[in-house]
């Protein structure tokens, strides 16, 4: 009797649930029956059985405030960013050991940090291959090796404190320019000494005489080819062979400039006399000023295009010396783009400077265009030959520049597709028909996990909230 009442107790004790409100001495106790399993999508896995099998390499991040594991994910999904890596860091391994003597065992921070990279994003494609094949239960790693090369490079990035995403792409992309000069001018000092120790052609003695050459001539009877070869040994005719035919020796090309920069004309225009000068310069994002007003009659696209283009007027104290009319003039300032990387990248300008101290956060509405214009100059808007579409965004969630934590989201590739379907029939067989047939097409990185998104989901997650914003938009 007794063993009923308490098989009893346990029965009503698992279909209540303990609410705690108000103070910590009060608590209400409130029955409910068990609810049917969200719908949504938690994480990027496939179920076999009571064994959940996780699709996609994450990374750890303990601190949640290092934006590199967003930015290291983005990256590593850029098209074309992997090809290149792995070009530059067989090109460093040409010519290792010739280059260490040159330094005299000095070593490289800027190609340390290009091996690291290629180490780490080859780790996560192991890493997922030893998974499938339950050869381990681990799929998060962490960029050890990269955060402690960031930290002797720019002090900025320590671990565990506040970092920009955008800085840190800087940072990154510009450790890999700085690999290629370094190459380069150690392969021109390596060019130099081979040259130096390479003997010139010396002529034959002038004592020697004629007939002792055509003696020797005479003497080979093998074939006309020795004949030559004997003939230039003996007369010590040699022809040297210019070091950079080497293809260890050669300049290697910087992919940074090919896939992440584009050109520009920055136009300023007098006001009085109306001459205008103009000065190129090359650049790796585009701002995007999120106080740039709305117009209703605009489309997303229109709105984007004029705010990258949008023009400053100089007055006041910040007045335009003029060359024609030889003072200080008001004047217009404008952005001309002449070409677009392969990578394009947007940066939501999120953060304001007031005082010189307070870094405060603007959380205006803007668009996110999934297609993005034509933005060169010499193209009327409404060309389609040179629109990029959005592939990735890295989304801040906090309040300011000093707090807060970065996440991913990133195109799935067309060869996970396939699997990321099968994962979702078997994980979620509660879906209706018509939410199955939605194809997922997102990734949503956060450190060590992973959300699988449909093009609705992601439009939902990238819409306005007061403190989670995108920040960085990446175009392909």
Known sequence: ??????????????????????????????????????????KLSLKEGKEERKLETMFQNSAKKTANPSVLQVLCYTPGFMTQLTILKKEIAATEEEIKKLEQGEPSDSRDMVRYIHQ????????????????????????????????????????GEQQDAHEFLQCILGCL??????????????????????KPPTES???????????????????SLNALKQMALNSRLSVDVTPLDIPSMKPIR????????????????????????????????????????????????????????????LRGDNKYKCEECLRLVEAKRSLRYISVPQILTLHQLRFAVYSGEVLSKLSQVRPIPF???????????????????????????????????????????????????EARHLYYPWETAEENAEP????????????????KEIKHALAFSESSTPYLLFYC
């Open 371 to 421: 297609t993005l214009p034509c933005l060169l100059d010499k193209c009327p808007p409404s060309c389609s030959e040179h629109q990029m579409h959005l592939y990735a965004v890295i989304k801040h969630c906090g309040a300011s520049l000093l707090s807060g934590h970065y996440s991913a989201y990133v195109k799935i590739p067309q060869h996970k597709i396939k699997a990321l379907e």
């Open 440 to 455: 997922l097409v997102w990734l949503h990185l956060d450190d060590d996990q992973a959300d699988v998104l449909t093009l």
């Open 120 to 159: 780490l994003f080859s780790n996560m494609e192991n890493r997922e291959e030893l998974y499938s094949n339950k050869k381990t239960k681990y799929l998060a790693l962490r960029p050890y090796s990269i955060i402690h090369e960031l930290q002797k490079i720019n002090p900025v990035f320590v671990e």
């Open 254 to 313: 910087d992919p940074i400039p090919s896939l992440f920069e584009g050109s520009m004309a920055l136009c300023t225009q007098c006001l009085e006399c109306e001459s205008s000068t103009e000065r190129k310069d090359m650049y790796q994002s585009i701002g995007l000023p999120v106080n740039h007003p709305m117009d209703p009659e605009l489309n997303e696209n229109d709105w984007v295009r004029n705010a990258i283009r949008e023009e400053e007027f």
């Open 177 to 198: 320019q700085e690999s290629v000069k370094e190459i380069n001018t150690l392969r021109e000092r390596l060019t130099v000494t081979v040259s130096a120790n390479t």
């Open 1 to 42: 009797m007794i063993d009923e009442i308490v098989k009893k107790e346990k029965k009503i004790r698992r279909r209540k649930k303990v609410i705690v409100t108000g103070d910590e001495n009060e608590q209400t106790m409130k029955e409910c029956s068990p609810k049917p399993p969200a719908k949504k999508r938690t």
């Open 205 to 223: 003695p002038p004592d020697e005489a004629p007939s002792k050459r055509a003696k020797k001539l005479t003497k080979m009877s093998d074939t």
